[in-house]
């Protein structure tokens, strides 16, 4: 059974930063796709950012520049550093899990998600 834990959501203004975490029991970060993904009220979920099996990590064209994810294997937990945050970046962000993770219907296991709220 796959249990996450994710911290560092918030209400922040805008320009300011927060980082957000994602620790899994029960599933090895290493084996799998893992990423963020974004749903902002209203929307579908949508990819943020992705770190392949082989650690490569992509951030999707509307956050580069300005997050960056990482991933600690020996503490099996997922990072997402969001700098510069804007109005627009609000939503619940979920840590996920899968064999290829590009899109929502790849993701094999969500977190439980976290609010990012900015204002302005």
């Known amino acids: 059974q796959v249990h996450y834990v994710e911290f560092g959501g918030g209400l922040v203004q805008a320009g300011g930063s927060l980082n957000l975490s994602c620790s899994a029991s029960?599933?090895?970060?290493?084996?799998?796709?893992v990423g963020w993904f974004r749903q902002a009220p209203g929307k579908e979920r949508e990819g943020v950012a992705r770190?392949?099996?082989?650690?490569?990590?992509i951030i999707a064209n509307s956050w580069k520049g300005r997050f960056t994810v990482s991933k600690d294997k020996v503490a099996n937990t997922l990072y997402l550093q969001m700098n510069s945050l804007k109005l627009e970046d609000t939503g619940i962000y979920y840590c996920?899990?899968?064999?290829?993770?590009?899109?929502?219907?790849?993701?094999?296991?969500w977190g439980q998600g976290t609010q990012v709220t900015v204002s302005s």
């Open positions: 029960g599933l090895n970060f290493g084996e799998y796709a």
């Open positions: 996920v899990a899968g064999r290829w993770c590009y899109s929502a219907a790849e993701v094999d296991y």
């Open positions: 770190i392949s099996p082989l650690g490569t990590p």
